[in-house]
């Protein structure tokens, strides 16, 4: 019998590491697509939080993850494989409208917002992030980006000039940039989000602090996540191929380089896959 889908709204959990209800949730991408996706994520939530702050060093911190998003989105064709993962988990998805326990208000909420993402994406002609290219102040950016601290005031009086702007105007336009880009965050939020929420998390225990698995050949696993109580001693290092994977239980040192635990630890696993 299938998971029944329960939350009428997608919520954007966010990524790496998570502390919910005094955990820790960490997390490991298993293929170079999510590895992308989840960089990306970060990059998106860093610079929202960033966009906010009224301090010039907030709106430095906003513009480098602007920069570092183009960098990203400037390799390869990101929106093929976005529109791959849309097709892919409407075509999953779908698959479950005829099956017992299904909530269909949800899952036709949920098939509806990837639709809607799709087709904006479809829609969007221009290369993703080209009004920002297009930006001669973020060109200038870009360009002394691969040299460290290659943005000081002396070495582009321009950027110097427009930080001493009153901060509602830079916000203004940090947040004009950064509406270009919803575009491509809106999906992905979307695709991480589904496919977290349609795992659930099994009790496990790392016996001297080593775990292994052979996952299910048939659905490739796509995420792991790992929830450790956040007063937890050790952290997992989660290694993984293409017919297994293994987590073992760290405990830092004073010096030197952590060692595994000789404790077994008792920790909650997802493997998402859809």
Not at 89 to 94: A, C, F, G, M
Not at 156 to 175: C, G, I, N, S, T
Not at 217 to 225: A, G, K, N
Request: aromatic share 8%.
């Amino acid at each position: 019998m299938p998971k029944p889908l329960i939350c009428t709204t997608i919520r954007y959990p966010s990524n790496s590491e998570v502390a919910v209800e005094n955990t820790i949730i960490y997390e490991q991408p298993l293929n170079e697509r999510m590895r992308t996706f989840m960089r990306l994520e970060h990059l998106f939530q860093q610079t929202t939080y960033n966009m906010r702050g009224f301090s010039v060093w907030d709106s430095r911190a906003t513009i480098a993850g602007l920069i570092d998003i183009l960098e990203i989105l400037s390799r390869g064709d990101l929106k093929t494989e976005i529109f791959k993962e849309l097709d892919h988990q409407q075509t999953e998805l779908t698959s479950l409208r005829n099956m017992h326990g299904v909530d269909h208000q949800q899952l036709d909420s949920i098939l509806t917002q990837l639709q809607q993402a799709q087709e904006k994406l479809h829609n969007h002609s221009e290369q993703l992030g080209q009004p920002l290219r297009d930006n001669e102040l973020l060109n200038s950016l870009r360009q002394r980006s691969s040299i460290t601290c290659g943005c000081c005031s002396f070495d582009l009086p321009a950027y110097h000039f427009w930080l001493q702007q009153v901060p509602e105007k830079r916000m203004d336009v940090l947040e004009q940039w950064y509406e270009s880009l919803t575009v491509i965050s809106t999906p992905l939020n979307l695709i991480l989000a589904i496919l977290r929420e349609g795992a659930d998390p099994h009790p496990v225990t790392a016996e001297q602090g080593f775990y292994q698995q052979n996952p299910d050949s048939s659905t490739p696993v796509q995420l792991l996540r790992v929830s450790l109580p956040a007063e937890a001693n050790y952290f997992p290092e989660i290694s993984a191929g293409k017919h297994r994977f293994t987590i073992r239980m760290l405990e830092p040192q004073e010096k030197g380089r952590p060692l595994q635990t000789r404790d077994d630890v008792e920790f909650k696993l997802w493997c998402c896959a859809l």
